[in-house]
C-alpha cells in the first residue's frame, strides 16, 4: 500500500474541490483513496479550510438562525449543491484558498524561536552588546562559538527576540522588504487544472517533448499592449508579440502561428507540449489542444501558483528585456519592428550553457531556417550587439 501524506499538496487540493464540485456521488471514503490520505484528514482539510459568505437572509433578520442539512454530512461544504438562490450562509472549499491558507498556517507556526528561552538569553547576553558597538553579525559568529545562523539572528532581532533591533544593523536598511503578492486575483478554473499541473507535465518530459514556454511582460499599468513571449527550452530561443492582456488576443497570437508553422511544415508543428504560468489570460489555450478533425496538435500544462521557477528559462530570459524597458516603464513605443529587432539581438547572444554558440545557431540546427523565418527571428553579428533602447 503506498504511504499515507503527511501534508496535502496544491494537487491533492485540486482533486478534492474537482471531485466535490462534479461528482455526486463522491464519498469521504472514495475521495480518501483517490488522494490517498485518511479520511479525517480531509475532514479536518475541508472543515478548516473552507471560506465563509454571509447569506442574504442575515441583511433581514439578525437573530434568525438558518441551518443547511447539507452542512451535516458530506462534503460539508455548499460545492455542487444546486440551490443557486440559497439566501442561507454558504460554506465554499476553494483549492486556491485553501493552499493559501496552509501555507500561513504553516509559516505562522515555525514563527516562534528554536531555542529555550535560556538559551535565547544567553545568546541575547552575547550578540546585543556587540552588535550596539556597530559589530557585523558575521564578525560575532566568525569570533565565538554560538551555533546559530547570521539569517537566524536577522530574524531574532527583527522579530524583537533580541535587546538589540534592526536599526542596530549597519546594512538592515539596504534590504528589500518582503514582496507580497496579490493572492486574491482572478486564477484558472480547477476544473482546467484536472491532468494539466506540473505534476503531469513533468510525467510527460520522459518522452522528450519538444516545449514552449510562455509568459507575458508587462510595462507601465495603463499600458495598451503587454508582449507575449515564447520560449523554446532546447535552444533557449525567445520570441515576442504585442497583444492586449485578454485571452483572445493570447489564443489569437498562438493560432496565427500555428497556421503559419502548418502551412510551411505539412501541417505539423515543431513543438508539442505549451507549460504556461497560472494567470487568467491563458485559460483558454487548452481549447487549442485539439485542431477541426480532433487531432491533437499540442499538450497544455499549467505551473503551480507562484511557482516561477517552474518555468526558469522563459523568466530568466526576461532579464535582457529589462535592459532596455526596466520594469515600469512604458512599452506604448514598442512596435513590432523594433521587438523583432530585440529578441534577435537576444538570440544572438554566445551563451556558455550552448557550449559558446547562441540561441539563433541551436535553433536553426535543430529545426531549420523556415520555421525561424516564420518566427521572425534574425542572427546579428556579435559587435553589433547593442542593449541601449532602440528609438
Known amino acids: 500500500m503506498a504511504k499515507r501524506k503527511t501534508h496535502l499538496t496544491f494537487?491533492?487540493?485540486?482533486?478534492?474541490?474537482?471531485?466535490?464540485?462534479?461528482?455526486?456521488?463522491?464519498?469521504l471514503a472514495s475521495l480518501s483513496k483517490i488522494v490517498n490520505c485518511n479520511r479525517s484528514t480531509l475532514y479536518r482539510e475541508i472543515k478548516n479550510n473552507c471560506t465563509y459568505e454571509k447569506g442574504k437572509f442575515r441583511l433581514f433578520r439578525h437573530n434568525l438562525e438558518l441551518e443547511c442539512e447539507i452542512l451535516k454530512h458530506f462534503p460539508y461544504v455548499c460545492n455542487g449543491c444546486t440551490h443557486k438562490n440559497c439566501i442561507k450562509d454558504h460554506y465554499l472549499y476553494n483549492a486556491y484558498q485553501a493552499e493559501n491558507s496552509s501555507k500561513e498556517y504553516l509559516h505562522n507556526a515555525r514563527r516562534h524561536p528554536y531555542v529555550p528561552t535560556s538559551e535565547l538569553k544567553k545568546i541575547d547576553e552575547i550578540i546585543s552588546p556587540r552588535v550596539c558597538r556597530g559589530q557585523s553579525l558575521y564578525h560575532i559568529l566568525t569570533s565565538s562559538n554560538l551555533s546559530v545562523s547570521e539569517s537566524t539572528l536577522r530574524r531574532y532581532i527583527t522579530k524583537g527576540y533580541m535587546t538589540c533591533r534592526d536599526i542596530d544593523l549597519p546594512r538592515k536598511v539596504r534590504f528589500t522588504p518582503q514582496k507580497h503578492y496579490r493572492r486574491n486575483r482572478k486564477r484558472i478554473e480547477i476544473a482546467l487544472l484536472c491532468g494539466r499541473m506540473y505534476k503531469d507535465f513533468l510525467n510527460i518530459l520522459q518522452t522528450n517533448p519538444v516545449v514552449l514556454e510562455i509568459d507575458t511582460v508587462f510595462g507601465k499599468i495603463d499600458d495598451e499592449k503587454c508582449i507575449l513571449t515564447l520560449y523554446e527550452r532546447k535552444s533557449k530561443l525567445q520570441w515576442g508579440y504585442l497583444i492586449k492582456q485578454t485571452k483572445a488576443q493570447v489564443n489569437s497570437a498562438i493560432e496565427k502561428l500555428m497556421e503559419r508553422l502548418k502551412e510551411t511544415c505539412n501541417g505539423n508543428l515543431f513543438f508539442n507540449v505549451i507549460l504556461m504560468d497560472n494567470g487568467s489570460e491563458?485559460?483558454?489555450?487548452?481549447?487549442?489542444?485539439?485542431d477541426d478533425d480532433g487531432v491533437l496538435n499540442f499538450r497544455s500544462f499549467f505551473c503551480d501558483p507562484y511557482c516561477s521557477g517552474?518555468?526558469?528559462?522563459?523568466?530568466?530570459?526576461?532579464?535582457?528585456?529589462?535592459?532596455?524597458?526596466?520594469?515600469?516603464?512604458?512599452?506604448?513605443?514598442l512596435t513590432p519592428e523594433k521587438l523583432n529587432n530585440?529578441?534577435?539581438?537576444?538570440?544572438?547572444?554566445?551563451?556558455?550553457?550552448?557550449?559558446?554558440?547562441?540561441?539563433?545557431?541551436?535553433?536553426?540546427?535543430?529545426?531549420?531556417?523556415?520555421?525561424i523565418e516564420i518566427i521572425g527571428i534574425f542572427e546579428v553579428k556579435p559587435k553589433e550587439i547593442s542593449f541601449k533602447k532602440i528609438k
Do not use: W
Not at 283 to 289: A, I, M, S, T, Y
Not at 313 to 325: L, T
Open 11 to 27: 494537487e491533492n487540493r485540486v482533486k478534492i474541490q474537482f471531485e466535490i464540485d462534479n461528482n455526486p456521488r463522491c464519498s
Open 282 to 290: 491563458f485559460e483558454d489555450v487548452p481549447k487549442l489542444e485539439l
Open 310 to 333: 517552474q518555468k526558469g528559462g522563459c523568466e530568466r530570459n526576461h532579464e535582457f528585456i529589462r535592459y532596455m524597458y526596466k520594469k515600469g516603464e512604458s512599452i506604448a513605443t
Open 342 to 371: 530585440l529578441f534577435s539581438q537576444i538570440n544572438s547572444i554566445k551563451r556558455r550553457s550552448l557550449n559558446g554558440r547562441s540561441s539563433y545557431e541551436v535553433f536553426v540546427e535543430s529545426y531549420g531556417y523556415h520555421i
